[in-house]
Nanobody, 118 residues
Framework: QVQLVESGGGLVQPGGSLRLSCAAS????????MAWYRQVPGKERELVAH???????NLANSVKGRFTISRDNSKNTVYLQMTSLKPEDTAVYYC????????????WGQGTQVTVSS
């Protein structure tokens, strides 16, 4: 049974930082590509970042220079380091995992809320 469990969301002031984590189980983590999506009510889910099994990364233009995606295969965990946060980054952030698939991948976490507000 595949499980993706996100953590690290919360309330932060504009300009602040947060690190999201997604712990995976039930998969051969090192072989899977991982991604982070976000969604606000009334809008489609948006790809934020993804990282392949070979650690190749890609970031959405809206977060380049502010967010970093990384993975620790020894911990079966993918991270999203978010800095210089803006109110428009407010969303529910979802972890996404897949093997030899196109985005979006098959497996989803339950999401974690990130709110950027003063």
């Amino acid at each position: 049974q595949v499980q993706l469990v996100e953590s690290g969301g919360g309330l932060v002031q504009p300009g602040g930082s947060l690190r999201l984590s997604c712990a995976a189980s039930g998969i051969i983590f090192s072989a899977f590509s991982m991604a982070w999506y976000r969604q606000v009510p009334g809008k489609e889910r948006e790809l934020v970042a993804h990282i392949t099994s070979t650690h190749s990364t890609n970031l959405a233009n809206s977060v380049k220079g502010r967010f970093t995606i990384s993975r620790d295969n020894s911990k079966n965990t993918v991270y999203l380091q978010m800095t210089s946060l803006k109110p428009e980054d407010t969303a529910v952030y979802y972890c996404n995992a897949g093997w030899r698939q196109s985005l979006p991948y098959n497996y989803w976490g339950q999401g974690t809320q990130v709110t950027v507000s003063s």
